[in-house]
């Protein structure tokens, strides 16, 4: 069975500062897909990354990047330059789309 | 290219009753999943359906039922609705094999 944790319930990060947001999945799969998402207060669930675990770069996007280690069952988002937009539940998940309890981000102007 | 259709929006049901969500997936699009959001529980997962088959199921009870037709369209319905069961119930269609998943707004659901 996949399970995936998030440690974190409430992170805070000041405008325009870093954050590291924390998760942890097993698996017994050696291929699958690892996604974070975003949630707002308007409760749609938006796309932030995804990674791919036979791909050993870590992925990407923008302000948004991963810290992808296989071995040790570990994919974090960190935020770099953090915008007001920014705060919202952040979930980690994995294909099959099994979602950790999520993280709630605020950040502070 | 449309996205993820969840119907209605808003429900408010009373306890005993039964009732039944829809969610019209991607287009071209297979599989549909559908998760119970309630305050402090994160996302749970309920079932999936692959063309027309359930092919995984979460830790629900038997009141949780679900059904997808023919043109990947999928529904959902729980039965003698519990106090409970009041949540946000998400959908979420993917591409079988890339993984993604794209979700639709949800459907609040109030038990009274």
């Known amino acids: 069975a996949q399970t995936v944790t998030q440690s974190q319930p409430e992170m805070s990060v000041q405008e325009a500062e870093t954050v590291t947001l924390s998760c942890t999945y097993d698996?017994?799969?050696?291929?699958?897909?690892l996604f974070w998402y975003k949630q707002p207060p308007s409760r749609q669930m938006i796309l932030v990354i995804r990674?791919?675990?036979?791909?050993?770069q870590n992925a990407t996007e923008n302000r948004f990047s991963v810290n992808f280690q296989k071995a040790a069952k570990s994919f974090s988002l960190k935020i770099s330059d953090s915008q007001l937009g920014d705060a919202a539940m952040y979930f980690c998940a994995m294909w099959e789309m099994r979602f950790g309890a999520g993280t709630r981000l605020t950040v502070k102007p | 290219k449309a996205g993820v259709t969840q119907t209605p929006r808003y429900l408010i049901k009373t306890r005993g009753q039964q009732v039944t969500l829809s969610c019209s997936p991607i287009s071209g699009h297979r599989s549909v999943s559908w998760y119970q959001q309630t305050p402090g529980q994160g996302l749970q997962f309920l079932f999936e359906?692959?063309?027309?088959?359930?092919?995984n199921k979460g830790n629900f009870p038997g009141r949780f039922s679900g059904r997808q037709f023919s043109n990947s369209r999928s529904e959902m319905n729980v039965s003698t609705l519990e106090l409970g069961d009041s949540a946000l119930y998400l959908c979420?269609?993917?591409?079988?094999?890339?993984?993604?998943?794209?979700f639709g707004q949800g459907t609040r659901l109030t038990v009274v």
């Open positions: 979420a269609s993917t591409q079988q094999g890339l993984g993604e998943a794209f």
């Open positions: 359906y692959f063309s027309e088959t359930q092919r």
């Open positions: 990674q791919e675990a036979y791909k050993q």
């Open positions: 698996t017994s799969e050696s291929d699958y897909y």
